[in-house]
């Protein structure tokens, strides 16, 4: 079974501080993804990665940045946290190959609040 | 630009069949995922449409119609545990293998 984990499910920050949120894969799988989850607002892209070293911004990627140093792990850092970025951050990773079903596994969660 | 629509709630009873209708609009399509998720939980994948036609898992089916840009996930003999949001996906052009996500249908079953 695919597992991808999240460094924490719940997360209280300060507006102002710098915020890491890790998540690991086991599958070897190419491509991780940040995901950001709001009521009424469904899923957005924040950042996405095929690659160690490789980073692409997605649909919101403001007030965020990325690292992928290794090809199981996946960071999202939020440089100055702001109370806006409260919200549930979804990370998730597919294998590269196209044509298959398109499964994307996701992790259980983060769910931050900012002060 | 990608969008998807679908309805926001539905409410069914035990034992009943619910359809969730999605429509898509996108101009390189690779196929219609859907995606369960409980209140807390993290999005699983239910099924995924790449050509037209009913695929069938258990309790739960999804149909596509590429000429109508139209899917719908249909769940039958519903029980309590199926109350959750359900959401719709097409890859998103601009990203690869990321997913555009329809901002979700909640499934409300009652006794």
């Known amino acids: 079974d695919v597992k991808v984990t999240q460094s924490s499910r719940y997360l209280v920050k300060r507006t102002g501080e710098k915020v890491f949120l890790e998540c690991v894969q086991d599958?070897?799988?190419?491509?991780m993804f940040w995901y950001r989850q709001d009521p009424g607002l469904g899923l957005r892209l924040i950042y996405f990665?095929?690659?160690?070293?490789?980073?692409e911004k997605g649909d919101i990627p403001e007030g965020y940045s990325v690292s992928r140093e290794k090809k199981e792990r996946f960071s999202l850092i939020l440089e100055s946290a702001s109370t806006n970025q409260t919200s549930m951050y979804l990370c998730?990773?597919?294998?590269?190959?196209?044509?298959?079903?398109?499964?994307?596994?996701f992790g259980p969660g983060t769910r931050l609040l900012v002060l | 630009g990608q969008s998807l629509e679908q309805p926001s709630e539905v409410t069914a009873v035990e034992g009943a069949i619910v359809q969730i209708n999605c429509t898509y609009q996108?101009?390189?399509?690779?196929?219609l995922s859907w995606y369960q998720q409980h209140d807390g939980g993290a999005p699983t994948f239910l099924s995924y449409?790449?050509?037209?036609g009913l695929e069938e898992t258990g309790r739960f089916s999804s149909f596509l119609s590429r000429s109508d840009s139209y899917g719908y996930l249909l769940l039958q003999e519903l029980q309590m545990k199926d109350s959750a949001s359900y959401f719709c996906?097409?890859?998103?052009?601009?990203?690869?293998?990321?997913?555009?996500f329809g901002k979700g249908t909640t499934l409300s079953v009652s006794s």
């Open positions: 998730a990773s597919i294998p590269s190959k196209l044509g298959e079903k398109e499964t994307q596994y």
């Open positions: 599958m070897d799988h190419e491509n």
């Open positions: 990665s095929y690659d160690v070293k490789m980073k």
């Open positions: 996108t101009s390189g399509f690779y196929g």
């Open positions: 449409n790449a050509l037209d």
């Open positions: 996906a097409v890859r998103d052009e601009q990203a690869g293998t990321a997913l555009i």
